[in-house]
């Protein structure tokens, strides 16, 4: 990569940019979480915290890293 380009992933990719990015998302959520309470025939409801355990739990492996590309190349096939 050109200089140019390292310093423009280093100026976008830190906590910064994450916040840049992140809490104008949060907040379009949110509003969207009170617009759905306002409605009629709509419920939004907190989960426990023994069924916040189990969602945690259900979703961690999707925070860990993948696996490791292999250095086999992949096999081609073509349609005859």
Known sequence: MSDRQKK???DNC????AGRVGEPWG????????KIKALPDHEV??????????WKKA???LSRPGPKPSR???SIRTRQ
């Open 72 to 74: 086999k190349p992949a």
């Open 27 to 34: 907040k379009f959520e949110d509003a969207g979480v009170d």
């Open 14 to 17: 830190n906590t910064e940019a």
């Open 45 to 54: 409801y907190k989960l426990a915290p023994e069924q916040l355990v189990l």
């Open 59 to 61: 979703s961690d492996p």
């Open 8 to 10: 423009a992933v280093d």
